[in-house]
């Protein structure tokens, strides 16, 4: 009766996976989900059962975790950090408890609790992959309808309009480059004749060439015997005399260019140029007014014959009150106070702007008289200074206002 008993007992227990006859350590999990983990599911490492889960139940604090007892027969140690993950053992959903290793010097002891760790199920782990193509498909979905939107908006009735319009030019202009091809054809045609004998003319102009070519070759050899015939040290000799009045021209303009000489002074001083201009303008109405009257400069005396006296000019120029003369300066492209020591203590110094320049007179009068008076004390200081006249605040040229303060 006992041994029966016993068998039964031992039966029992091997069909749950109990070997009562085997030595265990018993650790301790607790879990807040066991996904379907039963009593007796199998217990791994590293692919080789090492145990089974002998319990599952609650924990006594009410907290609604699960506690579950593992019971491990292989005598090989866990270190401390080993956890035990409940895993899909196949597709359909069978779970096993894996025991994942720690790499502590130190061991886990009977009754120990070791960490936990539940693997993602299938639906989960798919979830995962499929969440960021759902994303990605959602975003295309977006940008497809935008695309939509924008493609409705673009073709509207204005634009299907205009789309057919542009169909319409398209074959319009199909056929007028068809009608232009005909057209070539039809002139191509009529031209024929007229090509074939510019061909021919070509052709005739070619053997002309390779016939005259024994001429050309007699021309080229002639001018081959005349740079023979040149002397290579006269044309050396010839060079060099060229270099050397090349240089001389070169120092000549040089020095043009730098104002040195009178020529330099005169190619690049703008106010000994005016200066010039309005010294033969001065010249040339003194010999006009000479010759118009010539009592003015020359006088005959009654006792002494023949001697003639040299006197000065009376005045003879009216005030004119559209015209007004004055001493002219200088110009500048900086602009300079009047109170410079450049105008020399001048008095009745303005200022004119003309464009980038700035112009500087010492006087001005309506009266030539007074206005030649003026100029003679400032040509002490400034020997470039000159007249010039204005009508109605216009410049115009000094023998016109003379011309007409005469009148």
């Excluded at 007229?194 to 052709?203: D, E, P, Q, R, Y």
Aim: charged share 20%; aromatic share 8%.
């Amino acid at each position: 009766m006992a041994i029966g008993f016993t068998v039964l007992v031992w039966g029992i227990n091997f069909l749950k996976g109990r070997d009562i006859f085997r030595t265990e350590k018993v650790y301790v999990a607790r879990y807040k989900n066991v996904g379907g983990l039963e009593a007796s599911t199998v217990v791994q490492l590293n692919g080789l059962k090492i145990g089974y889960v002998r319990e599952i139940y609650f924990a006594e604090d009410m907290s609604g975790d699960l506690i579950v007892k593992i019971a491990v027969f292989n005598k090989f140690p866990l270190p401390i950090g080993t956890t035990a993950e409940i895993a899909n053992s196949d597709l359909l959903g069978s779970k096993i408890v894996n025991l994942n290793l720690g790499k502590s010097a130190e061991f886990y002891q009977h009754n120990d609790t070791i960490k936990t760790k539940i693997e993602s199920d299938l639906m989960s782990q798919v979830t995962e992959q499929i969440a960021p193509i759902k994303a990605k498909a959602e975003r295309l979905i977006v940008s497809l309808d935008s695309i939509v939107s924008g493609v409705a908006l673009m073709l509207n009735s204005e634009s299907r309009r205009n789309i057919n319009k542009s169909i319409e030019q398209i074959s319009m202009t199909m056929e007028n480059l068809e009608q232009i091809s005909k057209d070539l054809g039809t002139v191509v045609s009529s031209q024929k004749a007229n090509l074939s004998s510019t061909i021919i003319n070509f052709k005739d102009l070619a053997e002309n060439l390779n016939n005259d070519s024994k001429a050309l070759g007699i021309i080229l050899g002639n001018f081959s015997m005349i740079s023979d015939s040149i002397n290579p040290s006269e044309l050396k000799s010839t060079l060099t005399h060229l270099n050397r009045s090349v240089s001389g021209l070169e120092t000549i303009v040089s020095n043009i260019n730098s104002s040195n000489g009178t020529l330099g002074h005169l190619m690049n001083d703008s106010i000994l140029y005016e200066n010039l201009a309005e010294s033969s303008n001065n010249l040339n109405q003194l010999l006009v007014d000479l010759k118009r009257n010539p009592h003015r400069y020359l006088k005959v005396s009654a006792i002494d014959f023949g001697r003639e006296v040299y006197l000065a000019p009376a005045a003879s120029y009216k005030i004119v009150e559209s015209i007004d003369f004055k001493v002219f300066l200088f110009s500048s492209t900086v602009q300079l106070p009047l109170e410079s020591s450049v105008f020399q203590g001048i008095k009745d110094v303005s200022e004119v702007i003309d464009g980038s320049k700035y112009l500087y007179f010492a006087g001005e009068d309506k009266s030539y008289d007074k206005i030649r008076m003026i100029l003679n004390k400032v040509q002490l200081s400034f020997p470039q200074a000159s007249l010039q006249a204005y009508e109605n605040k216009e410049e115009i040229s000094l023998k016109k206002a003379l011309k007409i303060c005469s009148k």
